[in-house]
């Protein structure tokens, strides 16, 4: 998708329309999980009660000052606080990200941020909540998993995501498998990055078999985070392969996409996980996902007419 076009979705008079017209209402409210940390807790009360759990995805910017970091920080230790609160953390995942606390650019870390994640991590822990730290191709993978091991030494239950799109991503999986990490593998994002990568959507989907495979014949936590048919069936196929019984078993989708296959997928025993985006960003990342990749416009779209 071109500059011209995301810079002209990005314009006042189109965001304007988007966010005030009944459509990209019903985007949003289908997609986001609101604006707001009550409107949160109100849709992962409402998952819980259907049986599902949730890994919260806070839409924060990248951090370009202290500040802003500090800012993304605290809105992570105010959803945990109020998750506690409400007896909706046990078993409750939250994602991470690197760069909006100010953490995935090249040098010495900001002073400071890595005690915020540390603290983030520690309230989780003492909630019964975990941490899945988030990897963008942009934020250096060497440099997050350094952190994420790092971290792993007081909060084992940490996690990483990592991308089957970048071509060290097996070999990352099989350093990693030994060690019991909870991995969440994804296909990957948008490319910012100068890590090698497959580009081919096919090639994408037989390195996520091949990692997955790794991981599934491992003491590895895997993740399957795709609400691709095929790869979730396969991934089923590997769990049996493997001697993995259904409660070994994890999946994770975005809200509002293929519910019914969430709720299939918990019924037959599966961890199920929906991925909850919020917060006032909502827009830039909707934008993101559909206007730089063209298969998750096509993903929504189908979502907007089915249940399925």
Same mark, same amino acid.
């Given at each position: 998708?071109?500059?011209?076009?995301?810079?002209?979705?990005?314009?006042?008079?189109?965001?304007?329309?988007?966010?005030?017209?009944?459509?990209?209402?019903?985007?949003?409210?289908?997609?986001?999980?609101?604006?707001?940390?009550?409107?949160?807790?109100?849709?992962?009360?409402?998952?819980?009660?259907?049986?599902?759990?949730?890994?919260? =995805?806070?839409?924060?910017?990248?951090?370009?000052?202290?500040?802003?970091?500090?800012?993304?920080?605290?809105?992570?230790?105010?959803?945990?606080?109020?998750?506690?609160?409400?007896?909706?953390?046990?078993?409750? =995942?939250?994602?991470?990200?690197?760069?909006?606390?100010?953490?995935?650019?090249?040098?010495?870390?900001?002073?400071?941020?890595?005690?915020?994640?540390?603290?983030?991590?520690?309230?989780?822990?003492?909630?019964?909540?975990?941490?899945?730290?988030?990897?963008?191709?942009?934020?250096?993978?060497?440099?997050?998993?350094?952190?994420?091991?790092?971290?792993?030494?007081?909060?084992?239950?940490?996690?990483?995501?990592?991308?089957?799109?970048?071509?060290?991503?097996?070999?990352?999986?099989?350093?990693?498998?030994?060690?019991?990490?909870?991995?969440?593998?994804?296909?990957?994002?948008?490319?910012?990055?100068?890590?090698?990568?497959?580009?081919?959507?096919?090639?994408?989907?037989?390195?996520?078999?091949?990692?997955?495979?790794?991981?599934?014949?491992?003491?590895?936590?895997?993740?399957?985070?795709?609400? =691709?048919?095929?790869?979730?069936?396969?991934?089923?196929?590997?769990?049996?392969?493997?001697?993995?019984?259904?409660?070994?078993?994890?999946?994770?989708?975005?809200?509002?996409?293929?519910?019914?296959?969430?709720?299939?997928?918990?019924?037959?025993?599966?961890?199920?996980?929906?991925?909850?985006?919020?917060?006032?960003?909502?827009?830039?990342?909707?934008?993101?996902?559909?206007?730089?990749?063209?298969?998750?416009?096509?993903?929504?779209?189908?979502?907007?007419?089915?249940?399925?």
């Amino acid at each position: 998708m071109s500059d011209r076009v995301i810079d002209l979705a990005r314009s006042e008079r189109a965001q304007r329309f988007v966010t005030r017209s009944p459509a990209g209402r019903e985007l949003f409210h289908r997609y986001v999980a609101g604006e707001s940390l009550d409107e949160l807790l109100l849709v992962v009360a409402e998952r819980h009660r259907k049986g599902l759990v949730v890994s919260i =995805d806070p839409l924060r910017a990248p951090a370009a000052t202290p500040q802003e970091a500090a800012a993304s920080a605290q809105i992570c230790v105010d959803v945990l606080g109020a998750l506690e609160k409400h007896g909706l953390a046990e078993g409750s =995942d939250l994602t991470v990200k690197l760069d909006a606390l100010g953490l995935s650019g090249p040098g010495p870390r900001p002073a400071g941020a890595m005690d915020r994640l540390r603290a983030i991590c520690r309230l989780a822990g003492n909630s019964g909540a975990t941490v899945t730290v988030d990897t963008p191709p942009e934020a250096g993978v060497e440099r997050t998993l350094d952190i994420v091991r790092e971290l792993r030494m007081d909060h084992p239950g940490v996690g990483v995501e990592l991308l089957a799109m970048l071509r060290r991503t097996e070999a990352d999986c099989r350093a990693l498998a030994g060690e019991g990490l909870r991995i969440r593998l994804s296909k990957g994002g948008w490319r910012t990055s100068d890590e090698p990568a497959f580009s081919r959507r096919h090639d994408i989907d037989l390195s996520f078999v091949r990692c997955l495979r790794v991981l599934m014949d491992s003491g590895a936590r895997p993740v399957v985070a795709s609400h =691709d048919p095929r790869l979730v069936e396969i991934s089923l196929d590997l769990a049996r392969r493997f001697h993995r019984g259904p409660s070994e078993c994890e999946f994770q989708m975005l809200l509002g996409v293929r519910p019914l296959e969430q709720r299939r997928l918990a019924d037959i025993g599966c961890t199920m996980r929906t991925q909850l985006p919020f917060g006032p960003n909502w827009y830039d990342y909707f934008l993101r996902r559909v206007l730089q990749r063209p298969d998750s416009a096509a993903l929504y779209a189908r979502s907007l007419v089915s249940r399925h």
